[in-house]
């Protein structure tokens, strides 16, 4: 059985690794510059697969357990990469667009998309969601479909922001990781650089809560509590 800890910044999920966030908390997690996942307060979310594929893409599924995730992807058709959020017994792909995914109660979805299109399916049913849509499933029944209202259009204009900032954030640590100000500095970088050599994946998480390991891989122990008061140890 593993146990879990409290994330920290540019901590990095392997397949099979989960992430919670309290009531308080939310995380935003980056596959590369262009592919980003945001997950709401109250989520929980599983890494099912996450590798590399031989044209310089990779191939990604994650599993929303509880909660909302928002996905911002990359066009996909150029490295023949797949990612794909799986709720319940429906499971949301894309090759590129901006797409929401919740899940409530014991089996019911809903998978929104503000840009591009994204192929929803449950069972032997595959359908179609255009941009601006919302649709929604109970027991993997598909059971309403609309328009998206205006204050999800802006949910949606809040999380672009935020992943913007995420990458503006991420450039402004790689151009001091490369041009240190100071030798304190310097040795600040060496020691971050020398944790991240520790660990190895491709997402990484920005702003999280807690993180339970599938295998042993971290070194070191360490214990931490979120701002909702959830605690883990490594």
């Known amino acids: 059985q593993t146990k879990a800890r ?16 309290g009531a308080l908390a939310e995380a935003t997690l980056t596959l590369n510059a262009n592919t980003s ?3 709401g307060a109250n989520s929980k979310l599983k890494v099912a697969q996450l590798a590399p594929n031989t044209t310089g893409g990779f191939f990604s599924k994650l599993k929303l357990l509880a909660g909302k995730v928002v996905s911002k992807v990359e066009k996909l058709a150029m490295t023949r990469s797949s990612f794909s959020v799986d709720a319940g017994s429906v499971s ?3 090759r590129g667009t901006l797409f929401e995914v919740g899940i409530s109660g014991e089996d019911e ?16 049913e595959k ?16 059971f309403a479909e609309r328009k998206l209202e205006a204050k999800e259009h802006e949910r949606f204009k809040g999380f672009v922001a935020g992943h913007a900032r995420v990458a503006a954030l991420r450039a402004a640590r790689a151009t001091r990781l490369a041009n240190p100000r100071s ?11 020398r944790r991240q050599a520790r660990r190895k994946g491709l997402l990484k ?4 809560q807690e993180i339970r390991k599938h295998r042993p891989g971290l070194r070191g122990k360490g ?10 140890e490594e």
């Not at 994330?7 to 966030?21: H, Q």
């Open 223 to 232: 214990k931490g509590k979120d701002d909702d008061g959830f605690e883990g």
């Open 205 to 208: 998480l920005k702003a999280g």
């Open 6 to 21: 409290a994330a920290e910044e540019e901590d990095v999920l392997d397949a099979g690794d989960e992430i919670r966030t």
């Open 37 to 39: 996942v945001h997950l």
């Open 127 to 142: 359908q179609v969601l255009g941009a601006g849509r919302l649709m929604a499933f109970r027991a993997g029944k598909r």
């Open 92 to 94: 949301a792909g894309v």
């Open 109 to 124: 979805v809903e998978t929104s998309a503000e840009e591009g299109e994204v192929e929803v399916a449950s069972g032997s």
């Open 183 to 193: 030798p304190a500095e310097k040795l600040r970088n060496e020691a971050f650089l």
